[in-house]
């Protein structure tokens, strides 16, 4: 585990984050969970922890500088990516984590009573039949759907002003040219990830069209 703490602390270093005491140690334990878990309920195809670091931990925590809003949903959050590292780092910021695999779920709210995540709440369900009242500031997505798809299921989620950010590989330049005409993409970031230098990341902003 000593490997892996330096190997994260090292991430978190070149992202140039100033997460709260005892961030480590609590993304440390949720990898430890999801190591185990994984056996059994098959919740990420990534197997080595090591690899678990950058592709999962190091990939969510890349998009700490861009986040905004007070209300922030993870739409498809499996096994907790990026929602429970962005719960981490900003725990006076009120995070709920939808997914519509129980057994994704049910992992999820063992990590939330684990690590005492008071800030975070876990949702077993489908999108479209999820009618939250307030809405969010912003929906986050890691890999979920094509964004025409995510906009169409989640819209209804958004407060007014509010904005999607989807987390991308490469650059999906079919996925932007079916961008339904009520949305606009209002920034596009490419992102580094330590450890990921040879593999794109891109975060895009979508608002809806003025």
């Known amino acids: 585990m000593q490997e892996l703490r330096g190997r994260l602390e090292e991430g978190i270093r070149h992202l140039e984050l100033a997460l709260p005491e005892g961030t480590v140690d609590a993304l440390l334990v949720y990898l430890a969970m999801l190591i185990k878990w994984n056996k059994a309920f098959n919740l990420t195809a990534v197997r080595?922890?090591?690899e678990m670091v950058t592709r999962h931990l190091l990939d969510?925590?890349?998009?700490?500088?861009?986040?905004?809003?007070?209300?922030?949903?993870?739409?498809?959050?499996g096994a907790g990516l990026p929602g429970i590292p962005l719960a981490l780092?900003?725990?006076q910021r009120e995070f709920v984590l939808l997914d519509s695999n129980s057994k994704k779920t049910r992992f999820l709210t063992q990590v939330?009573?684990?690590?005492?995540?008071?800030n975070l709440s876990v949702v077993h369900g489908r999108v479209e039949d999820y009618h939250p009242s307030p809405g969010f500031d912003c929906v986050i997505s890691?890999?979920?759907a094509s964004i025409a798809d995510i906009l169409s299921s989640s819209g209804?989620?958004?407060?007014?002003?509010?904005?999607?950010?989807?987390?991308?590989?490469g650059?999906?330049?079919?996925e932007l040219a079916a961008l339904p005409s009520r949305w606009r993409v209002q920034e596009l970031l490419p992102l580094q990830v330590p450890g990921l230098e040879q593999e794109q990341r891109h975060l895009l902003r979508i608002v809806a069209a003025a």
Do not use: N
């Open 112 to 118: 939330r009573a684990e690590l005492d995540l008071a």
């Open 171 to 174: 650059l999906p330049e079919q």
């Open 48 to 50: 080595t922890p090591g």
């Open 89 to 91: 780092a900003f725990p």
């Open 142 to 144: 890691r890999a979920y």
């Open 156 to 169: 209804h989620l958004l407060v007014e002003h509010g904005e999607f950010l989807a987390m991308k590989g």
């Open 60 to 77: 969510s925590l890349a998009v700490v500088p861009h986040l905004h809003g007070q209300r922030i949903i993870d739409v498809g959050s």
